[in-house]
């Protein structure tokens, strides 16, 4: 129904920037929440930030302030731009759909993988 396809990822210095975007394709609902996660090696995946498509944002605590999500509604793109990075957010990051149902469906997107050199 849902295909996300992410891109961006590559390798960058500490303290650099990078930015990732995810298309999607299908039908991207108005109620659909989109965001990013990531997952490091031997770690649980995690969330990274979402958005609403009213812009309403949230963030987790290790991105606040460094990485900003947005999104495209009319091209059904999410974006995410991440300064000043860690090598601790080396990862792979997946874009993500939540949609509302009742098994609180989610598509994924295969991933991008971000690695941040000390």
């Known amino acids: 129904q849902v295909q996300l396809v992410e891109s961006g990822g590559g390798l960058v210095q500490a303290g650099g920037s990078l930015s990732l975007s995810c298309a999607a394709s299908?039908?991207?609902?108005?109620?659909?929440?989109m965001g990013w996660y990531r997952q490091a090696p031997g770690k649980q995946r995690e969330l990274v930030a979402t958005?609403?498509?009213?812009?309403?944002?949230n963030y987790a605590d290790s991105a606040k302030g460094r990485f900003t999500i947005s999104r495209d509604n009319a091209k059904n793109t999410v974006n995410l731009r991440m300064n000043s990075l860690k090598p601790e957010d080396t990862a792979v990051y997946y874009c993500?759909?939540?949609?509302?149902?009742?098994?609180?469906?989610?598509?994924w997107g295969k991933g991008t993988l971000v690695t941040v050199s000390s």
């Open positions: 993500n759909v939540e949609r509302v149902g009742p098994f609180g469906m989610n598509y």
């Open positions: 299908g039908i991207i609902f108005s109620s659909d929440v």
């Open positions: 958005i609403t498509s009213r812009a309403r944002t």
